[in-house]
């Protein structure tokens, strides 16, 4: 069911990586046209939006007339009804209806036809096949197991052959299922893949070989990295996205940063409204080229990332973005307005070897919680140590309170989120 044509995409889209510059933006200006058209005639929530702009689909010709679009907040798809957001005539029952893991406010609802859903595989499998994945490949994916699909007809016959590993299991069961399979290529969070490593090392463990491991959906921090990588003997690929428009980039070998994938989805870095120049950091914006039956154009995810003009040295045409700096609503915020990046705090924390893992929770503008599980026990002076120099960095203006725990709580998918602000206006 659409499945072949997945395979198709994938041929299509392993092609575009190798189209020259001005090729790659041919093809990016006819599909906006086309997106752009569509969700006007075809969407309340977009005539509306173009409409209340004074602007309409012919006004928008390439990339470069984009700056004339309204943004698409998260916080407007989540006020309007979904048939407002939906294109008509969508039949939800020949969707694929995802849930994003919001923890507080109304959930939202990415919503992908048959043919946006292959697509978005097949992106996926792209970023997954130019870094070692091979069609017949053992491949194990720990995650959410509730949520997993049934094996379509070609998995079955050992295509593509993805299990998934629940991340709800101990660790000791999940290193016993990873021994049993053997898989070659495997697919996870940083946290739980560092939590997996240390378990490996503790107990010498040597008979998990994978080819391959992507790490994906939360921040990667480079101690993880290295920690996964040498416990599993490989060079981990990282790979970004989002749910509403599934995979947007990825490293290759040379790891110089995460290749777009903007033959599907158009990714801009902004800041006070405005596009922002390579090497500075601003909020990531998408337009998805690709899903007719929820279209989103500039659409505000709350990632930040630095973009760059450099091109990557594997000769792929896909621009890079130099790094993902983290979520918006997980930045913390000071009494006085400052925003803080949670990058530094995190490594503040990383520089003690005994905590395992840790949460920052903010949970008034002037108090905020450290949660962390530790190898051994921590003496009281380290503790206050911790404190002090979280506090210290914060500017004094927010009291810290260090608390050691057995367990970190996860999200609804399993996914550990390093910083909650409980005060920002949006918490998924
Ligand atoms: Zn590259």
Request: proline share 4%; net charge neutral.
């Amino acid at each position: 069911m659409g499945s072949l044509n997945k395979f198709r995409f994938l041929h299509q889209a392993r092609k575009n990586q190798w189209l020259k510059p001005s090729e790659l933006k041919e093809l990016q200006n006819k599909k906006l046209r086309a997106i752009v058209k569509h969700a006007y005639y075809n969407t309340e929530f977009y005539n509306r939006k173009f409409k209340d702009a004074g602007i309409r689909p012919e006004d928008i010709r390439t990339i470069d007339d984009m700056k004339k679009i309204p943004f698409t907040t998260k916080q407007e798809v989540r006020e309007h009804s979904l048939g407002t957001i939906l294109a008509k005539n969508v039949d939800l029952n020949k969707c694929k209806i995802i849930p994003t893991s919001g923890s507080t406010g109304k959930p939202l609802k990415a919503v992908y036809d048959i043919a946006a859903d292959d697509f978005s595989k097949a992106i996926n499998l792209r970023s997954m096949m130019e870094n070692g994945l091979k069609v017949r490949d053992k491949w194990v994916n720990i995650g959410d197991a509730r949520t997993s699909n049934n094996p379509s007809w070609f998995q079955k016959l050992g295509v593509f052959n993805l299990q998934t590993l629940s991340i709800f299991d101990t660790i000791e069961d999940q290193v016993n299922t990873l021994i049993k399979i053997d898989p070659a290529t495997i697919v996870g969070y940083p946290s739980q893949l560092k939590l997996i490593s240390l378990y490996i090392e503790n107990n010498s463990l040597k008979q998990i070989n994978p080819k391959n491991i992507f790490t994906t959906a939360e921040m990667l921090d480079s101690n993880t990295r290295e920690l996964i990588n040498s416990s599993f003997d490989v060079e981990l690929v990282d790979l970004f996205g989002c749910i509403e428009v599934n995979r947007t980039g990825w490293e290759c070998s040379e790891h110089c940063g995460y290749h777009l994938d903007v033959d599907s989805v158009i990714t801009e870095f902004v800041q006070d409204g405005e596009n922002i120049s390579a090497g500075d950091s601003g909020n990531i914006v998408y337009t998805c080229l690709y899903n007719y039956a929820m279209p989103l154009i500039r659409y505000e995810v709350g990632d930040v990332g630095i973009p760059t003009e450099e091109m990557c040295s594997c000769g792929r045409s896909l621009p890079l973005m130099k790094s993902l700096e983290g979520r918006c609503d997980d930045f913390i915020i000071l009494p006085s307005g400052k925003l803080i990046s949670p990058r530094v705090l995190s490594l503040l924390i990383k520089q003690t070897e005994e905590i395992l893992e840790y949460q920052i929770v903010q949970e008034k503008p002037d108090e905020m919680s450290i949660n962390i599980v530790v190898s051994q026990n921590l003496t009281s002076d380290k503790l206050e140590q911790i404190k002090l120099e979280a506090q210290k960095y914060l500017k004094n203006e927010v009291l810290v309170k260090v608390k050691l725990t057995d367990r970190i709580k996860r999200g609804s998918t399993g996914k550990l989120r390093s910083i909650i602000s409980n005060i920002s206006s949006e918490n998924d």
